[in-house]
């Protein structure tokens, strides 16, 4: 096997533990409801979509795009967030 090639596959595991401990962080949100799309995309109360791979959200609401915060800890902060601006759109 060359080195190129021996390269390429640590990086894709590297990618895909990175991508495990961000679904972690996902799961782990509280008082939220979790949909598991797709392996690696995941729908907050069916408003916001995120995805581990590439740390970037989906606002379908609001159309807003963009990457969700690191470290992991602020995750919860961001969802709450766009969560009372949702709520607080619709009064």
């Known amino acids: 096997m060359s080195d190129f090639t021996e390269f390429n596959e640590q990086r894709r595991e590297d990618i895909r533990n990175c991508a495990d401990k961000r679904v972690k962080a996902i799961l782990g949100l509280k008082g939220v409801i979790i949909t598991q799309i797709k392996e690696y995309q995941f729908r ?28 992991f800890y602020r995750l919860q902060k961001f969802i709450d967030s ?3 601006n949702h709520f607080i759109d619709d009064i």
């Open 44 to 71: 907050i109360n069916d408003t916001i979509d995120l995805y581990p791979l590439s740390r970037k959200f989906h606002d379908i609401k609001t159309k807003e795009r963009g990457y969700y915060p690191f470290p």
């Open 82 to 84: 766009k969560l009372v």
